[in-house]
C-alpha cells in the first residue's frame, strides 16, 4: 500500500462521511498530500555523506473556497499530512533539522482547484550536524575531537558500570565522520555484535562496554558548533577508516 492510499484511508477514519460532499470540486486532501510529498523530493539536498536534509516547514495556500473546505476537517487534516510528511522522509532517508510544520492558509491569488505550497529549512537557518552518543537514556554532544568514556571519574562520560575499564573506549569526532577505539580495556568493545579495535563508527551504530550501550547519532541543529579538534594522526586515521584507506 502506497503512503498516499495510507493517507486516505487514515483520513476516511478521522473524518464523518458526511464531508465527503464537500469534496465534490476543488482541491482534494489528497492532493495537499501529494504536493508535499513533491515538495519534499524537490527540496531535499545532502549536505554530508550520511544525510539528506529535507524542509521542515511547509505553507500551504489555497483558495478562499477550498481553504473553507479545508478549514471543515479541523486538526483530522494537519495530523494526517504530518503523519505522511514524516513517513516518507522516513523511507526517503531524508532528515529534519527541526520540528515538522503545515500551516495552510487562504490566498485570494490562488484560483479554485489550484495550490501553491512553500517550504524552508529551520526557518531560515544555517544547518549543520553533531555526534551525539546516547547512554542509559541521556545525550551526550561530542564537543570534542576526543571523547573517553568507562567508569572512572577522569573520563569525559562517566557510567556507573562495574564490567568497564576506567577509561573503556574513545569516539573520535571530526565534524563529518566517527570512529570508536578500545583503550586496552580488560572485557573489550563490541560495535553492532561483534569484536573491535578500533573501526569506522556508522550513524545509529550501538557500542557496547560491559552491560552499558552507546548509541552514536548524528543530529541537525540550526546554529553551527564548533568543529572538534583533532590530532593531524587521528584526523588521518577517521578518515581512512571511513573511506576505506591505509591506516597509519
Known sequence: MGLLDSFEKGLERAVNSAFAKTFRSGIQPVEIASALRSELDKKAAVVSRD???????????????????????GGALEHELDSLVHKHAKAQGYSFAG???????????????????????????????????DIAGKRHPLVKGRTVIGRGSDA??????????????????????????????????????RKVTEAPLPPDSTVTIGRTDIV??????????????LSAQDATRVYDLRDGGPLP
Do not use: C, Y
Not at 552514536?216 to 579538534?229: C, G, W
Open 216 to 229: 552514536f547519532h548524528i543530529v541537525a541543529q540550526a546554529a553551527t558548533p564548533p568543529r572538534p579538534n
Open 51 to 73: 544525510r539528506i536534509l529535507a524542509p521542515n516547514t511547509f505553507t500551504v495556500r489555497l483558495s478562499p473556497a477550498d481553504d473553507e473546505k479545508m478549514s471543515a476537517l
Open 99 to 133: 520540528p515538522v510544520t503545515i500551516s495552510l492558509v487562504r490566498d485570494d491569488q490562488v484560483s479554485t482547484g489550484t495550490l501553491r505550497v512553500e517550504s524552508s529549512t529551520a526557518s531560515g537557518g544555517k544547518v549543520s550536524w553533531r555526534g551525539v552518543v
Open 156 to 193: 569525559d562520560i562517566t557510567v556507573a558500570d562495574a564490567g568497564t575499564s576506567r577509561k573503556h573506549v574513545e569516539i573520535l569526532w571530526d565534524g563529518e565522520r566517527a570512529m570508536v577505539r578500545d583503550l586496552n580495556s580488560t572485557n573489550g568493545t563490541m560495535l553492532d555484535g
